[in-house]
């Protein structure tokens, strides 16, 4: 037989699965205005920060775009800025004058239809020109009243509805200018997140146009596998889901330690056909070193025993019923049996809860037709 000694160690039950990482996040970046591309600042497996350029389309179109805003915004604000203020001085002594010169107008347009209906009535002139006397006037009365109009308005200043309509045309005009200067900042396509450069699918000289991918960024500081389980195990996995330790281990770095991760998600749906439910693992991806597609074995440790005395697995036995040992008595060479009662095990070794010693000596090979009292010789 082949004899050996408890140990006091640590022993886990765990299951493990097979899965492949892939990125927590992909980001394909899209221009969203349309331009001959320029210059492409990144290369691809490059580490880009959020707000970082990386592509610079033509703007020339857009930059005229926002000037010709600019100076409809300017010509507005200007006539807003009128309608406020109202008339200047020069402006109402200029209307004034105006309405001077109009009353002076018809007055001298009165007079001479006054000259020119005697002299019709006495027959020294001809109809056509009386005519031509009264239509003075009326032209004098008409221009009179519109100057009239114009100084009662500079006088009594823009209404309010017509300072709300400029207004409402200076506000437009503001906008359509501050989109258009959206339009320029458009042109240079900057990284809306922290990543790394995976793909990049356009080169300068070609048209870059909305919906059309430019580059593509992945968030690898974070990396997630999604985890085939088999369905007998989803009570225990759903009862233990905030407690369940979780160790990564590609087999791209066997001489690494394990990666810890954490259990995301928990499908609440068991597949019909391979009995199986999915369970996502995030793991912190230190030093970069993950990375998408990358093989890994995924351990989830259901649970640890520390500082337990721990046999080899082969140590136990089955007698009448219950788990026993065989000790190996030094002295005589016997051995004989010890009734155990077992806790945790990981398959090589087993964890006794009641019935052992660190100082007992255990048949651990040999033993299965061992009866109690038999001599034995122990073998390295």
């Known amino acids: 037989v082949r004899i050996d000694q408890p140990a006091e160690g640590s022993v886990s039950t765990r299951l493990s699965y097979n899965g492949n990482l892939r990125p927590e996040r992909t980001t394909v970046i899209t221009p969203l205005i349309a331009g001959e591309i320029l210059q492409i600042h990144v290369s691809e497996n490059e580490i880009v920060e959020q707000g970082q350029l990386l592509v610079s389309l033509d703007d020339e179109v857009v930059s005229l775009q926002a000037e010709q805003a600019r100076a409809n915004w300017e010509a507005a604000d200007a006539l807003l800025r009128k309608a406020r203020q109202g008339a200047r001085p020069e402006e109402l002594e200029s209307a004034r004058a105006s309405l001077a010169q109009a009353e002076s107008e018809l007055s001298n347009a009165q007079n001479n239809l006054e000259r020119t209906r005697n002299l019709y009535e006495a027959g020294t002139i001809a109809r056509a020109e009386f005519e031509n006397a009264e239509s003075a006037v009326q032209a004098a009365e008409t221009e009179l009243e519109n100057a009239r109009r114009s100084v009662r308005l500079m ?8 300072i709300d309509a400029v207004r409402a045309q200076a506000q437009a005009a503001l906008r359509q200018f501050e989109l258009a200067q959206l339009q320029t900042q458009y042109a240079q396509v900057t990284s809306p997140v922290t990543g790394r450069i995976i793909e990049i699918y356009q080169d300068p000289g070609n048209t870059a146009a909305p919906g059309n991918p430019l580059v593509a960024i992945v968030s690898d500081d974070l990396i997630q596998a999604t985890i085939t389980v088999p369905e007998k195990h989803y009570g225990l996995f759903q009862a233990q889901r905030d407690s369940l ?65 721990l046999v080899e697995s082969s140590a136990i ?64």
């Open 155 to 162: 006088e009594e200043g823009s209404r309010s509805e017509d």
């Open 245 to 309: 330790q979780v160790e990564i281990n590609p087999i791209a770095y066997q001489n690494e330690p394990p990666f810890p991760g954490i259990v995301t998600r928990i499908a609440e749906i068991i597949d019909a056909g391979s009995r199986t439910f999915d369970v996502d693992v995030a793991v912190e991806n230190r030093g970069g070193l993950l990375k998408p597609g990358m093989f890994v074995t995924v351990d989830f440790l259901l649970e640890e025993i520390n500082d337990a005395i």
């Open 317 to 380: 036995v089955f007698r009448d019923g219950g788990t026993v040992v065989f000790l190996y008595d030094q002295d005589d060479s016997t051995v004989s049996i010890a009734a155990v009662r077992t806790g945790l095990s990981d398959g090589e070794h087993t964890a006794i809860l009641e019935g052992l010693t660190l100082e007992d000596f255990v048949v651990v090979e040999g033993n299965s037709f061992l009866e109690e009292g038999q001599t034995v010789r122990p073998v390295e």
